[in-house]
């Protein structure tokens, strides 16, 4: 029986992706993105949904009476009402261990470029300042090394462990923050002892406003902070005015709770300072990790119908 497959996000992978072969006679539709309102009508006759960040309610699952399976292409399950799949005999399928060489880069990347204050350098480079001094070094800022300093790691998943594993190649100190054994005690006391903050844990009812501005008063003024996990985890209004009164030295973005960000987003308001890097929520799609993404995709896909289930949730 051929399968009819609809990828309804497709264009969070960029063309020059190769799709690996699937393994059973199937129909395959792509969709560069599907509105709210669109889901209905084109999981309708699917008997596999492929999707990134659409999400799948019983709302909209109710019209899929074939849907066998529901394939991730990303590791987050919050997309999809998991109590009404497994009511209704819908298996879900996500990506594991995937991105964690590339996020981990990114993350170290961050760090160093603010650490070493690359962006307010180039900035004073652009201003002439460097060229108008007499001296061969222009010495206008601060700068620091990640030797000797303290990582602190919240979530000790493969990404976190990652992470760690880089950062004592330079000769970082790193501890683990565990949120799903989570004590505010202990959580302040974890924060205040740090020179750098990098977050890997997933958005939940636990998480969700992890840190706000009670949480980056109690930390180092010199600490900086990394989110590429859930922008969520963060309250973007408090680290904005964080950065903005110096309460911390600086903060690495990867991740929004609204993505594409609204224009009034207050993260626009500090885009141009020296001590804040924003970047569009790419720090898992290295041409690598986006490749070994697809590969999992298909093998988890085609494992599913030759009675070989993998990476179900």
């Not at 923050?177 to 903050?197: A, M, N, Q, T």
Request: glycine content about 6%; aromatic content about 8%; some cysteine.
């Amino acid at each position: 029986m051929k399968k009819n497959i609809v990828f309804l996000d497709s264009s969070t992978f960029p063309s020059n992706i190769l799709f690996p072969k699937l393994s059973f006679n199937h129909t395959w539709k792509n969709y560069k993105f599907t509105k709210k309102a669109e889901v209905k009508e084109r999981i309708n006759k699917a008997n596999i949904v492929v999707t990134n960040k659409i999400e799948l309610n019983k709302s909209n699952l109710k019209s899929a009476k074939d849907l066998e399976l529901i394939a991730i292409t990303a590791t987050g399950t919050n997309i999809i009402d998991l109590d009404y799949c497994k009511a209704h005999n819908i298996s879900v399928c996500n990506l594991s261990n995937y991105a964690s060489v590339s996020v981990a880069e990114h993350v170290l990347t961050l760090m160093l470029a603010l650490s070493k204050n690359i962006k307010g350098l180039e900035r004073d480079i652009n201003k002439k300042i460097w060229q108008k001094r007499k001296v061969f070094a222009l010495l206008s800022r601060e700068i620091n090394d990640l030797n000797g300093k303290t990582l602190g790691i919240i979530g000790k998943g493969s990404i976190g462990i990652k992470v760690g594993k880089l950062a004592k190649a330079f000769g970082m100190k790193v501890k683990f923050f565990s949120v799903r054994k989570y004590k505010g005690i202990e959580f302040k006391k974890f924060i205040s002892s740090l020179d750098y903050i990098s977050i890997h844990c997933p958005l939940n009812r636990n998480t969700e406003n992890l840190i706000t501005i009670k949480e980056l008063k109690l930390m180092k003024h010199n600490l900086i902070l990394i989110n590429t996990a859930r922008g969520g985890i963060v309250n973007e209004v408090d680290l904005t005015k964080a950065l903005k009164r110096k309460i911390i030295a600086g903060a690495g973005i990867d991740v929004t709770t609204t993505e594409p960000p609204n224009p009034s987003h207050a993260y626009y308001s500090i885009l141009n300072k020296s001590n804040f890097i924003w970047t569009p929520h790419t720090a898992w799609a290295s041409q690598e990790t986006l490749q070994g993404a697809i590969n999992q995709l298909i093998e988890n896909i085609n494992s599913f119908y030759k009675g070989k289930k993998r990476n179900i949730v």
